[in-house]
């Protein structure tokens, strides 16, 4: 099966369908272990991502929250959510069809912090400089969860 032109059928036809241009399927042992079309238009969900959706139901299939031995294809480069997913996952290897730089002449975005051309400069910055306020409001409780935690995990 040719998994890139999978995953660009699957897109072409979620956009057909009223959603957004973009896809992702996971292979493992060269089946399609899961498939999604990005699912946030018909669901109203911010994190409905293709890749997102995707990465769930093949570590819900596999019961694992790794997939080191599984390829993800994608339609175009990740955002920084499905970025940080796939890194989480760890998968073999990711293939990317195509850029932002691509697809910026045909897709445009709406979201108050985010447009494709600024919001990965975003990471980068500390931050008190970035668009979107984040206050820190301490309570020194908090690391006890975390202290909780590593008794409860201790190797």
């Excluded at 911010?46 to 599984?70: N, Q, S, W, Y």
């Excluded at 796939?86 to 990711?94: D, E, G, T």
Aim: hydrophobic content about 35%; aromatic content about 10%; proline content about 6%.
């Amino acid at each position: 099966m040719d998994f890139v032109k999978r995953t660009i059928d699957l897109a072409m036809k979620n956009v057909e369908e009223g959603g957004r241009p973009f896809a992702t399927v996971i292979v493992r042992n060269g089946e399609i272990l899961a498939e999604s079309p990005n699912l946030v238009a018909q669901t109203k969900d911010p994190t409905a991502h293709a890749e997102i959706l995707a990465v769930r139901e093949a570590c819900r299939k596999l019961g694992t929250e790794h997939l080191t031995d599984c390829d993800i294809y994608i339609l175009a480069s990740p955002c920084p959510m499905c970025l940080g997913s796939m890194y989480y996952c760890s998968p073999r290897q990711v293939i990317y069809i195509t850029t932002r730089e691509d697809y910026a002449p045909f897709y445009r975005d709406d979201r108050k912090y985010f447009e494709l051309d600024t919001f990965y400069a975003e990471f980068s910055k500390p931050i008190g400089e970035r668009r979107m306020p984040m206050l820190q409001q301490k309570d020194e409780s908090a690391i006890k969860v975390y202290q909780r935690w590593k008794e409860l995990n201790a190797k």
